[in-house]
């Protein structure tokens, strides 16, 4: 296989994707990608012990299903580096990772605690956790090479539609930022697109035993890097089959050679996956241990799971925590349903060109197939980069789709500078604010500036709005001056405490919304935080809340001080909002709560909410009832502590159910006089004898239990 000089637009190309993927392999902190911890693992076994994993035998989980070629490239390329880490290696946890995971932001996306050691220089063994980053980013300029050569087969005749193909691989954002992580899916993208390039040579210029044997190394390397890859022997057959003016028995000669020296390469891996687990695959251990299920059925997956498919496609970093604005994933279908309309504008015939791109559709085709097999199959099945082996496929497609629209140079030249600059603000706008350290300057602001022993000042900012509802978030900013870091994290709190004392709703995470961590503070840097903080659906109106401020650890709250050295407390308020009812509500505190589609409960209204142990509460609940009410139900209305113990309790039969109308239903509950002091969350819930509780519906119909909860109220001692 011979081709032309790289042109400059293409290396252009090369460097802009080299320069952006290593730029985040920086950037971007160890192990935040998908399974990159996993992945690690692998290689640190290889590195270590000299052995592959087993499948469920590991201590910490790895990737121990795929076959080994990513992992054996990145242990020979880091295993000179003196690195302290086992197969075992587990990272610190951020516990509130994930927090709103769908929405677009900088809220907690980070999944764990990161400290200097993993900055440059790299020290105590991170180093050899970055070179595997290293080891892809050369596999995805690869990879987009190999697009380009793709494309500059079919179409020699237009020299920009292949630089263009290749920059619409090297300019996704998602394939950038799995170039930068530890994974074998961009070594499958550039296994699956040599693969197809092969057999469109052959499909084209016709059999030799060079191209059997270049089929055939080609198979078997793709066989040891992920087993989806072998997929692509139909890919390989069918090149065989289209093969111009050639007889049968040629071409079933330079199949066995071909499917022969793959069986070389790789049948050892089928081999062992057979003894150690009864299946050549080792997909029923992978089921068995990743909570797999059977196909059959779940055809409700597909329609779920296709719009996270598309988005982790494009660009969804981290575990998926990182998304771009819905609009940015339809400007991509726009664009690629606008590319693919280019086949409707009738051209001359090219049987050349057919025969090849025909290859490619069948490849994008059969790929789908399997992701969607996936799906049926994993949970986590809907994830974009399954698709990168027939990625560059399509993306030839695509570009030629365009070129019939406009001429090949415009279509290169959209392309690259349009994807180009979708890619920078993907990354710098989405990705970069999410993983790094906040901004940082300034002064604090002129106000109350309290201190939080010998850790931080903090000066209030804003809580906003001054006036909300329940179900409603509430906004709270602050300033913070760090001192000096922490052995440990800390954490900061939110606390919303009503009129009563009562504890409304609270938010914890550590500072920066996870990404300054008092661990690797920057002292005498200022840095602003806003908190968003939910208020609970059920929360009781109308009423004042007090937001306070706290720092504490496992040993507890850092206590606080004025600007005169003064002892405040271990939290400081710094501001009221007031919690208003609906307008025009027909009945106290408005819910709709669905218990069944039988009746749903539409208010409440709870009198007092501070009492005396041994004391009496009244609990009005206000129901309406449907036509589906199959008979007549019982309410259990009981005040309970976090560990399910009831302090007080009024069960019985429920009101004079009737059809549509709201009707009251009066409890009166006695705190048991033993309630320790504190504050007691109500639990409301309908049931019978014969069918026990019903289920709390959630608007799509999805049960998710089987009882409200309500208040709280607060208990104090007796007297």
């Known amino acids: 296989m011979s081709l032309p000089p790289l042109p400059r637009p293409l290396k252009l190309i090369l460097a802009a994707f080299l320069l952006l993927a290593g730029a985040v392999s920086v950037i971007n902190p160890l192990f935040e990608s998908t399974d990159e911890i996993r992945h690690y693992r692998y290689v640190r076994h290889l590195i270590t012990q000299h052995t592959l994993p087993v499948q469920g035998a590991e201590e910490a989980r790895s990737q121990s299903h795929h076959p080994p070629l990513y992992y054996a490239l990145s242990a020979l390329a880091s295993a000179a580096v003196p690195c302290p880490h086992t197969a075992e290696y587990r990272q610190p946890p951020n516990p509130f990772w994930g927090y709103r995971n769908w929405a677009v932001g900088v809220d907690n996306k980070l999944q764990y605690l990161h400290l200097a050691d993993e900055r440059f220089p790299y020290r105590h063994g991170y180093l050899a956790a970055m070179i595997p980053r290293w080891v892809n980013v050369l596999l995805g300029a690869i990879t987009v090479w190999l697009t380009w050569a ?32 530890m994974t074998n899916d961009i070594l499958a993208a550039a296994m699956g697109t040599a693969v197809v390039l092969q057999s469109v040579i052959v499909c084209q210029d016709g059999l030799s035993r060079r191209a059997a044997l270049r089929l055939g190394l080609l198979y078997g390397l793709a066989l040891l890097t992920k087993l989806h890859l072998a997929a692509l022997g139909a890919i390989l057959l069918l090149a065989i089959a289209r093969t111009p003016a050639t007889r049968r028995r040629e071409k079933l000669a330079t199949a066995g050679i071909a499917l022969g020296i793959a069986a070389l390469l790789a049948g050892w891996w089928f081999v062992r996956n057979w003894r150690l687990y009864g299946d050549p695959t080792g997909l029923t251990m992978v089921n068995q241990l990743w909570a797999g299920r059977s196909a059959a059925g ?73 992701v969607a097999y996936y799906i049926l199959i994993q949970p986590a099945g809907a994830m974009g980069r399954f698709l990168f082996p027939a990625w560059p496929s399509f993306a030839v497609l695509l570009a030629h789709g365009w070129a019939r629209l406009v001429s090949p140079k415009s279509a290169a030249l959209g392309l690259s500078w349009g994807l180009g600059g979708l890619a920078v603000v993907a990354l710098g706008g989405y990705l970069l604010p999410a993983v790094t350290y906040p901004p940082t ?171 005396t142990a041994g004391s009496t509460l009244t609990l009005t609940l206000y129901w309406q009832a449907t036509p589906q009410r199959r008979q007549d139900y019982f309410v259990f209305a009981q005040v309970l502590d976090a560990q399910w113990h009831v302090w007080g309790s009024k069960d019985g039969p429920g009101p004079a159910w009737g059809h549509g109308e709201i009707v009251r239903d009066v409890r009166r509950i006695t705190i048991i006089p033993q309630t320790p002091p504190g504050s007691y969350p109500i639990q409301v819930g309908v049931f019978s004898a014969p069918t026990g509780r019903l289920s709390l519906l959630a608007p799509d119909g999805r049960p998710l239990d089987d009882h409200v909860t309500l208040g709280p109220v607060r208990v104090l001692a007796a007297k």
């Open 441 to 611: 300057g300034g002064t604090l602001p002129a106000g109350a500036v309290v201190q939080y022993g010998d850790v931080a000042r903090m000066a209030a900012i804003t809580v906003a709005p001054s006036q909300l509802h329940p179900g409603e978030p509430l906004f709270v900013t602050v300033a913070w001056l760090p001192l000096r870091q922490t052995p440990g994290p800390l954490t900061v709190y939110i606390h919303l405490t009503d009129e009563a004392g009562v504890l409304v709703a609270q938010r914890d995470t550590w500072p920066g919304l996870g990404r300054a961590p008092t661990t690797a503070w920057h002292p005498g840097r200022v840095f602003r935080d806003t908190y968003r903080v939910d208020l609970p659906e059920t929360a009781y109106t109308p009423d004042t809340l007090s937001v306070q401020v706290g720092l504490y650890d496992e040993t507890g709250r850092q206590p606080v001080y004025d600007q005169d050295a003064r002892l405040l407390g271990d939290g400081v308020t710094v501001g009221t909002a007031t919690l208003l009812p609906p307008e025009n509500a027909p009945v106290p505190n408005p819910l709709h709560e669905n218990f069944n589609n039988e009746v749903t409960l539409v208010g409440y209204h709870i009198e007092p909410r501070v009492l």
């Open 150 to 181: 793709l494309a500059r087969r079919l179409r020699p005749d237009a020299p920009p539609l292949a630089w263009g193909a290749a920059a619409l691989v090297a300019f996704t954002p998602q394939f950038i930022y799995l170039s930068a992580a």
């Open 298 to 370: 779940n055809w409700w997956a597909l329609w779920q799971g296709w719009p996270y498919l598309w988005s982790s496609l494009w660009g969804r970093f981290g575990y998926g925590q990182i998304p771009l604005p819905r609009s940015l994933y339809l400007g991509w279908l726009l664009f690629t349903v606008l590319g693919l309309g280019g086949y409707l504008r009738p051209r001359p015939a090219c049987p050349r060109l057919a025969r090849g791109a025909a290859l490619l559709g069948v490849t994008v085709l059969l790929f789908v197939l399997i």
